[in-house]
């Protein structure tokens, strides 16, 4: 090999920002032989703290930098020798934009979560992408593989996202998964900083949010920090030996989340669980390299400034190095005191989700506080399966009860108001696992999800009544919007091209949704429920004196029930709004006519003039 032989291929980030409150840059340079190369900068107020290479190739390079306070924006050059061989390069300082992102989302906000593959084809130019290494032909009966969808489709579309009155899209995970097949569902990372060119580019993205902004509605990008791709670079050519957990060799999680906060686990099966990987196609990356740990921290931050974005979802959150995850958490925030983060605690039982969620007093009494602002409520997912119409029960009620039983126990959380509350997901099977002759069940789940404590997310499809079950394949719950794609028969973006139940469904959503924005009462206020009797359930939530006041009868009968027991939370003799209709009504009318009739599955939602 020639002396001085080395080459400056790739740095991460492709650029950054003046005026950070952390100054300190890590570049992550890859190049053949660049590890034996000397680094310098020709800015003298830029200071050079440390340059490393860790990985046995040599062809890894990380430059850390500490950027001066005030700096001026504009180009650093950057400069390698070995020998007599010299390489230089310019690398942009961006000036800091006006921000119209990382204004986080809350219990006032409704999310809408979209698989872009199967949301709309918005451009079939880049369906197949011929410089990548797995191209992926785009074929629509194979549910495995993909559909075609893109960024382009989404924003197509945003006037029918829009009027269903959601404020906030959380779009699957959208960056490179150049993978065998094409990892549609973009949960295998190949590149940390570009969106996968078959869904548009970084361009595409950066415009969708700029959409969406402008209509008011905020961005959730959905990320992952366990895994990446298995034909990332990282492992054909590895920057450190323990970039990769076990090895970097193929070993099975355990899948058992509990024992990383169950205080009798053995460190074999804990650390199975978080070392080991999900499937071959995603290795484990290893959260405890710092070096890797700054890089992924880095590239939060790059995207929140680059995109303008305004919350993560971190996929897969426990199985990631909690303690390391908790610093990421800490260095986004103090960035951007205002953005949201939710992760990916998947977890049946309230007791173990409360523990991850910021400020557990059960964590703190084992040490931990792992930081995360917003958990997910996996369990409530799995107790309003027996409101749909596919759940039979011998008391057909008691699924009110359940429900009952189950916001009871917000206590446990440090802030209930902080919790993501779902019926469905993309890896979940679906509400419904066919399409109902009837949506009066449907309607009650749908209720109870947009008028409970909590943050409310929404799957795409739910407002057309979009059935699957999962044990069938992911794909069956992964389904394509009707209209999204070329050759489609129906157009179900459009009211036109829905079923009288579809358009029944979707106006339903759409009411409450809509109703539900500014209203502090059903978003951010206090909680009281009677206890389901005669299979009625009732409660209230109440701010500044605002009532939203919400009844179902849970039986398929028509029932009578004495109301004088809510008279504590419900005065006699007061007109509410109707929400759904728009008409007066009286809750209680008199002590003298207490007993009020419910239709079977009879809804109300009252607000108080």
Not at 378 to 402: C, E, H, I, Q, Y
Not at 523 to 546: A, Q
Request: glycine share 8%.
């Amino acid at each position: 090999m020639a002396a001085g032989n080395f080459s400056v291929d790739r740095i991460d980030p492709p650029h950054w920002w003046a005026g950070m409150n952390d100054r300190t840059l890590q570049l992550q340079v890859y190049g053949r032989n660049i590890g034996e190369a000397s680094f310098a900068v020709n800015n003298p107020e830029v200071r050079v703290d440390s340059v490393v290479s860790p990985s046995e190739s040599g062809n890894w390079q990380f430059v850390y930098l500490t950027l001066p306070e005030g700096m001026t924006p504009g180009d650093l050059r950057l400069e390698w020798t070995k020998g007599k061989k010299h390489i230089s390069k310019d690398y942009q300082i961006k000036k800091r934009v006006a921000q119209r992102g990382a204004a986080g989302f809350t219990s006032a906000d409704v999310l809408y979560l979209v698989m872009p593959d199967r949301f709309a084809d918005g451009d079939t130019t880049n369906n197949v992408i011929k410089n990548m290494k797995f191209p992926a032909e785009v074929d629509r009966k194979n549910p495995n593989i993909r559909h075609g969808g893109d960024l382009t489709g989404i924003r197509s579309h945003l006037n029918y996202i829009d009027s269903l009155g959601v404020t906030a899209v959380w779009v699957n995970p959208v960056l490179e998964n150049d993978m065998p097949l094409g990892s549609y569902h973009g949960y295998a990372t190949t590149d940390y900083y570009n969106v996968d060119p078959r869904f548009g580019g970084n361009e595409e993205y950066v415009a969708l949010i700029s959409d969406l902004h402008d209509r008011g509605i905020k961005t959730v990008m959905d990320m992952i920090f366990n895994h990446c791709g298995s034909e990332h670079i990282w492992m054909a050519d590895p920057p450190a030996p323990d970039w990769i957990n076990c090895g970097g060799k193929f070993t099975q999680t355990n899948h058992r989340l509990s024992t990383v906060m169950d205080p009798y686990a053995s460190d074999y099966d804990r650390d199975l669980t978080v070392d080991g990987w999900f499937v071959a196609e995603m290795p484990d990356l290893n959260q405890k390299n710092p070096h890797l740990m700054k890089y992924l921290i880095q590239n939060s931050i790059w995207w929140i400034e680059e995109s303008q974005i305004d919350a993560i979802r971190m996929d897969t959150y426990p199985y990631a190095d909690r303690d390391k995850m908790g610093e990421w958490v800490a260095a986004v925030e103090k960035e951007y005191p205002d953005f949201t983060i939710t992760g990916e605690c998947w977890f049946v039982e309230p007791a173990m989700e409360q523990y991850w969620q910021k400020g557990s007093p059960v964590a703190a009494a084992m040490g931990v506080d792992t930081k995360l602002p917003v958990v997910m409520d996996f369990a409530l997912m799995t107790k309003v399966k027996d409101l749909a119409p596919f759940r039979k029960r011998t008391d057909s009620w008691n699924g009110l009860n359940d429900i009952y039983t189950h916001l009871a126990m917000d206590f446990i959380y440090p802030d209930p108001k902080k919790v993501l509350r779902f019926l469905d997901n993309h890896d979940t099977e679906r509400v419904i696992l066919e399409e109902p002759s009837s949506l009066d069940r449907w309607k009650q789940a749908i209720t109870l999800l947009l008028t409970m404590p909590g943050i409310p997310q929404l799957y795409y499809g739910t407002e057309l009544l979009m059935s699957g079950d999962r044990r069938i394949g992911d794909g069956n719950v992964r389904k394509d919007m009707p209209g999204g794609f070329p050759g489609d028969t129906t157009d179900a973006f459009t009211a036109s091209g829905r079923t009288d139940l579809q358009n029944e469904a979707y106006d339903f959503i759409s009411r409450i949704c809509n109703w539900r924005k500014g209203n502090k009462a059903v978003s951010e206020g206090t909680m009281k429920h009677f206890i389901p009797e005669d299979g009625l359930y009732v409660y209230v939530r109440e701010s500044d004196g605002k009532q939203v006041i919400v009844m179902m009868n849970g039986t398929d009968e028509e029932i009578g029930v004495d109301m004088t027991r809510y008279k504590e939370s419900i005065p006699q003799g007061v007109i509410y709004t109707d929400v759904m209709t728009g008409a007066d009504v009286m809750a209680i009318e008199s002590e003298n006519e207490p007993v009020r009739l419910f239709a079977p599955r009879e809804i109300l939602i009252l607000e108080s003039k």
